[in-house]
């Protein structure tokens, strides 16, 4: 039991003050399904005990346009027979919304 009078203001005797912590995680190109980032230390602490780790595992989300095959994004397109001995154009919209000319 704690006194009235020797209470922590901030937490109220709780010796724990809940507080949000923003984590920015930079998410590599081709990063695997399921591949983790662990921030280390950075879970709930409480006095006695040591804080622990939080992990961060990627989840990828099926794509319309594009699948992959290991760090490569693959598109299929349909051309004809004409367009593949002459030559087609046309333009791409890329996952971080560029545009590119094929």
Do not use: W
């Not at 704690?2 to 081709?30: A, F, P, Q, R, S």
């Amino acid at each position: 039991m704690i006194n009235e009078k020797d209470k922590c203001k901030t937490c109220e005797g709780k010796k724990v003050v809940k507080e949000k912590k923003i984590l920015e995680v930079t998410i590599d190109k081709g990063a695997p399904n399921g591949e983790k980032y662990v921030f280390h230390s950075e879970a709930d602490e409480y006095p006695g005990i040591e804080a622990g780790d939080v992990v961060i595992q990627v989840n990828e989300q099926p794509h319309d346009l594009f699948k992959r095959k290991g760090a490569d994004l693959l598109l299929e397109k349909e051309v004809t027979l004409l367009e593949a001995l002459t030559g087609i154009d046309f333009v791409l919209t890329h996952l971080d919304g560029r545009k590119i000319r094929i």
